[in-house]
Antibody
């Protein structure tokens, strides 16, 4: 059974850092494209970043230069390192699987809440 | 960047009604259009991929159609468990960019 479990969210001050984790089971992270998608309170969905099976990484303009996506193949886990956090980064962050080349998010985690506030 | 619009932003319908949501892309996206259902407090769930393909396990009352810039999502007979917000999503691969529509909130009248 495919499962994605996020962790690492919490309250952080503006300018601070946080690292989110997404532990996968039932499939191999490194064989898929994996994305982070976020949702601000009461708002819609916003794609944040993707890491390809080959290791290439891409980011939304809103987080470029501040966030870094990575994975640990030995732990079958996806990460999102978030630096220089701003109030507008407050959101539930979801990890999602995207079978290579499809552009389809077929499995999602339950989400982890990040709150940026002083 | 490709922009996605959805209409209506919300709707209220009776159980058994046919519900239709439209999604429009700012430029031709072929059939690279997916539909998701999100219930309050839950993660989104894939319903339709590549404009018209029903994801495994999704009830057949859900359907999608369209290509190019104009797409339609239909619930043929609204059920109480269909109360949710529905999002369309397109995919660009050069460079990769995933764009969601603003969502349509569906309620029971």
């Amino acid at each position: 059974e495919v499962q994605l479990v996020e962790s690492g969210g919490g309250l952080v001050q503006p300018g601070g850092s946080l690292r989110l984790s997404c532990a996968a089971s039932g499939f191999t992270v490194s064989s898929n494209y994996m994305s982070w998608v976020r949702q601000a309170p009461g708002k819609g969905l916003e794609w944040v970043s993707v890491i390809y099976s080959g290791g290439s990484t891409y980011y939304a303009d809103s987080v470029k230069g501040r966030f870094t996506i990575s994975r640990d193949n030995s732990k079958n886990t996806l990460y999102l390192q978030m630096n220089s956090l701003r109030a507008e980064d407050t959101a539930v962050y979801y990890c999602a699987r995207d079978p290579p080349g499809t552009g389809v998010f077929d499995y999602w985690g339950q989400g982890t809440l990040v709150t940026v506030s002083s | 960047d490709i922009q996605m619009t959805q209409s209506p932003s919300s709707l209220s319908a009776s159980v058994g009604d046919r519900v239709t949501i439209t999604c429009q892309a700012s430029q031709d996206i072929s059939n690279y259009l997916n539909w998701y259902q999100q219930k309050p407090g839950k993660a989104p769930k894939l319903l339709i991929y590549d404009a018209s393909n029903l994801e495994t396990g999704v009830p057949s009352r859900f359907s999608g159609s369209g290509s190019g810039t104009d797409f339609t999502f239909t619930i043929s007979s609204l059920q109480p468990e269909d109360i949710a917000t529905y999002y369309c999503q397109q995919y660009d691969n050069l460079p990769p960019l995933f764009t969601f529509g603003p969502g349509t909130k569906v309620d029971i009248k």
